[in-house]
């Protein structure tokens, strides 16, 4: 049990356009969820932390208004990457805690997705 | 500002040899401290999850031990196979709601 998923695995997209990243618990209901970008050989760096029915919290740092968070149910949050560019180029990585725990237990991370922007 | 770090960066050991693997944070007030693997373009399996409270965890070939105040974490792995040939990561979080900072990782090769 306790799977996440992600989609799509990979995609590539022209400078300008946006793209829209999937996370989803597939086995349980989670009320938050987080969104982390890794870029190649380093850490993986926290996005925004993603509450159902309300607005995700940005780290310091992160635009709100370039990576849009989605979290419209319990089994699903979007990120949105808008008017990406080459150095949105990175991949994305979400995790998801179990829905009605009052503490954080062992976070379920999706498989992550490609983004390459040309 | 917490910073997590990974020594070595990458490590190269003969099937059969003990693994081990540091992690090592500047604010100790931390409320927990994971081990992960991560394969390449893969996500992340949690591997151990350490409590603040607890000294060390243990499952399998896998021991973790973690000194607080120090502000270290030991990942060992008893008789490596190449099947653990992967990036191990550590990650703490400073409360109990699920943020992780995570350490830049240690990229393993056990060769057979």
């Known amino acids: 049990g306790a799977v996440v998923s992600q989609h799509p695995s990979r995609v590539i997209c022209k400078s300008g356009t946006s793209v829209k990243i999937e996370c989803r618990s597939l086995?349980?209901?989670?009320?938050?969820m987080f969104w982390y970008r890794q870029f190649p050989k380093k850490s993986l760096m926290l996005m925004a932390t993603?509450?159902?029915?309300?607005?995700?919290?940005?780290e310091q740092g992160v635009e709100k208004d370039k990576f849009l968070i989605n979290h419209a149910s319990l089994t699903l949050s979007t990120l949105t990457v808008t008017s990406a560019h080459p150095e949105d180029s990175s991949f994305y990585i979400c995790?998801?805690?179990?829905?009605?725990?009052?503490?954080?237990?062992?976070?379920?991370f999706g498989p992550g997705t490609r983004l390459l922007v040309l | 500002k917490q910073e997590v770090t990974q020594i070595p960066a990458a490590l190269s050991v003969p099937e059969g040899e003990n693994l081990v693997l540091n992690c090592s944070f500047t604010d100790s007030a931390i409320y927990n401290l994971q081990w992960f693997r991560q394969d390449p373009g893969k996500g992340l399996t949690s591997l151990l999850l350490i409590q603040s409270s607890q000294r060390e965890q243990t499952s399998g070939r896998l021991n973790a031990s973690l000194d607080k105040s120090s502000g270290r974490s030991t990942l060992y792995i008893a008789a490596s196979q190449p099947g653990d040939s992967a990036t191990y990561l550590c990650?703490?979080?400073?409360?109990?709601?699920?943020?992780?900072?995570f350490g830049a990782g240690t990229q393993v090769v056990v060769t057979p």
């Open positions: 086995d349980f209901q989670a009320t938050t």
């Open positions: 990650a703490v979080s400073p409360d109990s709601w699920g943020k992780l900072q």
């Open positions: 995790s998801a805690n179990r829905a009605g725990r009052a503490e954080q237990e062992t976070q379920y």
């Open positions: 993603s509450n159902e029915g309300s607005k995700a919290t940005y």
